[in-house]
């Protein structure tokens, strides 16, 4: 159903972006974040360039910038749009 419309390697971009727009507005250095995070400048690397990376780092990165709040919110409020769909069973 989604691989038509959405790939994965596009959202691995996305959040590669923001990791990187989110980064360079607090004025830090790829090996800055990275010993931040404790995390190799090579993983902030990769994530910037959206090529795999950990769930922890992702959040890591989230945390570290205020924006964990944001990321749970959204995924709490899809939920309860789920909840709310009617089964067909």
């Known amino acids: 159903m989604f691989d038509s419309v959405l790939k994965i390697s596009d959202v691995k971009l996305k959040i590669g972006e923001m990791t990187k727009v989110l980064r360079k ?3 830090l250095s790829r090996q800055q974040l990275a010993d931040l995070l404790d995390v190799s400048r090579m993983t902030i690397q990769n994530l910037e360039a959206g ?3 950990t769930l922890d780092t992702l959040l890591k990165v989230l945390q570290h910038f205020d924006e964990m709040e ?3 919110l959204h995924f709490e409020e ?3 749009q789920l909840k709310q769909k009617r089964s067909l069973y």
Request: with cysteine; net charge positive; charged share 50%.
């Open 78 to 80: 899809r939920r309860e």
């Open 25 to 27: 507005k607090n004025k």
């Open 51 to 53: 090529k795999n990376c």
């Open 70 to 72: 944001t990321f749970y």
